[in-house]
């Protein structure tokens, strides 16, 4: 495939997980405001927040190092563009892809949360470096869980490293007791990444207001809308491709896929309407001293289940 | 521009500004959150800084304390953007004119900073919220002569 062609599929996929974010922001906000018996925003609700964004103006603070600050949204977009292209490759035409790009993109997973970090810090404003601090302790605390979650599903396929055969080896890794554990720790960790309630304390708007995005406002605000809509729509993707087969392609693949994918988002919204926030500590000791050893304990299930060749374990 | 006038009304944030208020017109407030009322029906949320702000809802007489800081916040809000000021206190000073402890009014006051600012003035003492949705209302056809 020539060059053109790779950045054609490139900008394609980006644009249409953009356009499936932006939908799913909205199904997000529109269940809220079902669970809270209200009757929500209408459908076209994120394109007008974007929209209107991207009118108003752009204010910089007087302390804020410009460049850091106005480039970091970029960048985060830009990375999670690409792992959306990636995962979507994989889906789509398992054969391709190299080995290795699940770590890949394990590691691009981790630049849109960097960058949040380095435009709050570039903004020069307390709220946003309290913000910052706890946004790098949320890293530290969730991705050493996530990085055991995805290794089950490794183990379980033959140590496999690659996206496309890891969806269509046959073995679904959901569908073991090491399996399951890891699925909930990974939902967890999704939950964490994309900042939402319990885990949203970097931008808790009401007691940092909005943290890490407090000097933000105009066109990088929109960009990191964006960034954050497609990061609700990567990260079920992932969670799918990894432990639940990805796209079957059989009659019942793609409804299947779909019916995934949205109880995946549901589960999101509905864990963000349940749960108050916790403090930092609070989610390091969660994540540590609960759910490490919970995935540690799995990592072994796993390893023993591929040992004495038990399917179940 | 009519895409810009439509995204505009279509999304309107709202960041809360008391500048001395009894605290009974910010109750009513938080109340356009609730089932019953429901601002996000119209694409309104609440957020938690005025950077993020289409709309400055100012509750409160706009005291000699509060006053420097109102104007900060209308400075620190991106533009186009929209006041309104919630009951009798902010829109007339009501029962603390002529008070010894009061600024220049909430009107006077953003005035003072940009004299092409839009204001809506929503009455009362605290006003319904179906009168601070009226008063949205208005502010969005304000929004389209911009
Ligand atoms: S208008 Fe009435 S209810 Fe509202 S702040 Fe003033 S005194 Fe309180």
Known sequence: MNAFGIIGIYIAAAAGTLA?????????????????????????????????????????????????????????????????????SAVLTPE???????????????????????????????????????EMKLILSYELPFFLAMLVAVIRTDWTLQLGP???????????????????????????????VPFDTAEAECEIMSGVYVEYSGVPLAIIYLGRAMMLAVMPLLLI???????????????????????????????????????IDQIMRFFWFGVAPLGIAAVVLA??????????? | MALKNWALRKSLWVYHVNTGACNNCDIEVLELLTPKYDIERFGMILVGTPRHADVLAVTGACTRQAQPRLQE????????????????????????????????????????????????YVPGCPPKPEAMIAAAVKAMELIKTL
């Open chain 1, 20 to 88: 499936i974010g932006l939908y799913l922001r909205w199904f997000d906000r529109k269940v809220t405001a079902m669970v809270q018996w209200r009757k929500g925003p209408p459908w076209y609700q994120p394109v007008a927040d974007v929209l209107k964004l991207f009118y108003k103006e752009t204010l910089m603070p007087a302390t804020a190092r410009g460049t850091g600050f106005l480039i970091a949204p970029a960048i985060g977009l830009a990375a999670s563009a690409l792992v959306a292209a990636m995962l979507w």
């Open chain 1, 96 to 134: 391709t892809g190299f080995v290795g790009d699940l770590i890949v993109v394990v590691y691009l997973l981790l630049i849109p949360p960097l960058m949040t970090i380095l435009g709050a810090s570039a903004s020069g404003s307390p709220h946003a470096a309290i913000g910052a601090s706890r």
């Open chain 1, 166 to 196: 890891i969806a269509s080896a046959g073995v679904v890794p959901l569908y073991s007791i090491s399996g399951v554990i890891a699925m909930i720790i990974a939902i967890l960790a999704m939950q964490a990444k994309l900042g939402q």
């Open chain 1, 241 to 279: 491709t990894v432990f639940w087969g990805g796209l079957e392609p059989t009659g019942w693949g793609i409804p299947a896929f779909i019916g995934k994918y949205l109880l995946l988002v549901v589960l999101v919204t509905l864990i963000r309407n349940t749960n108050p926030r916790l403090r």
């Open chain 1, 303 to 313: 390893y023993l289940g591929k040992a004495w060749a038990i399917k179940w374990l």
């Open chain 2, 73 to 120: 916040v209308y400075r620190q809000t991106p533009k186009p953007c929209v006041v309104m000021a919630i009951g009798s206190c902010a829109g007339a000073q009501g029962i603390f004119a002529e008070s010894y402890h009061m600024g220049a009014g909430v009107d006077t006051a953003i005035k003072a900073v940009d004299p092409d600012a839009i204001i809506v």
